[in-house]
């Protein structure tokens, strides 16, 4: 069965640090892999993408993902984080249907 | 956003009362699915629809009923609600051929 870990519920970073939001997922064929970002009160905005081709992937507000078959992982990064990325973070994996992770919330610290 | 609205966006209600919740799409997209979110769980599929008068269970669907007349219109009931089905409520879509699916605004649920 598919599945999607997303290692860490909460996580805090300073304004301009490295933000790094990890993602590990099984799936028994090649998966189809998404980041969404959800703002508090707001429904679900995707950030990137991965379905084939080069496996990093560019997102919106800075954001990238490199798929990386051999360990089974899609961690999401930003050089330098901004306090407009405070937010809900959500791992997904497309098998013809949607498969979340739990959620991460970053923080982001003046 | 896919033109995806949700109502009612807030809903308060009584257990054992029932409780439709729509979901409007302007884009024509084939697929349209209704998810609920708990903190610790993300979100659970409770059931979907690819076409009309077609649709299918999802990993949460025991309690929930849905219908789908209109390719814009998809309702999920909640035919007896129950507290275990405060949640917040979101609708999303996708087009034939597609990978992304575009969420509405959500509704938010609670079961007194």
Not at chain 2, 51 to 60: F, H, R, S
Not at chain 2, 62 to 79: A, C, I, M, N, Q
């Amino acid at each position: 069965a598919q599945s999607v870990t997303q290692l860490g519920s909460h996580v805090s970073v300073s304004e301009g640090a490295l933000v790094l939001l990890r993602c590990n997922y099984s799936s028994s064929v090649p998966p189809y892999l998404f980041w969404y970002v959800q703002y508090p009160n707001q429904g679900l905005q995707l950030l990137l993408k991965y379905t084939t081709g080069a496996t990093l992937v560019k997102g919106i507000n800075g954001f990238e993902a490199e798929f990386k078959k051999s360990e089974t992982s899609f961690h999401l990064t930003k050089p330098s984080a901004h306090m407009s990325d405070a937010a809900e973070y959500f791992c997904a994996v497309s098998v013809g249907k949607l498969i979340f992770g739990q959620g991460t919330e970053l923080s982001v610290k003046p | 956003d896919a033109g995806i609205t949700q109502s009612p966006r807030h809903k308060v209600t009584e257990t054992g009362t029932p409780v439709t919740l729509r979901c409007h799409q302007t884009e024509n997209h084939r697929y349209m699915y209704w998810y609920r979110q708990d903190p610790g769980h993300g979100l659970r599929l409770i059931h979907y629809s690819y076409g009309v008068k077609d649709t299918d269970k999802g990993e949460v669907s025991d309690g929930y009923s849905v219908s789908r007349s209109k390719t814009e219109d998809f309702l999920l009931t909640l035919e007896s609600a129950t507290s275990s089905q405060t949640s917040v409520y979101f609708c999303a879509t996708m087009g034939q051929g597609d990978y992304e699916q575009y969420f509405g605004p959500g509704t938010r649920l609670t079961v007194t």
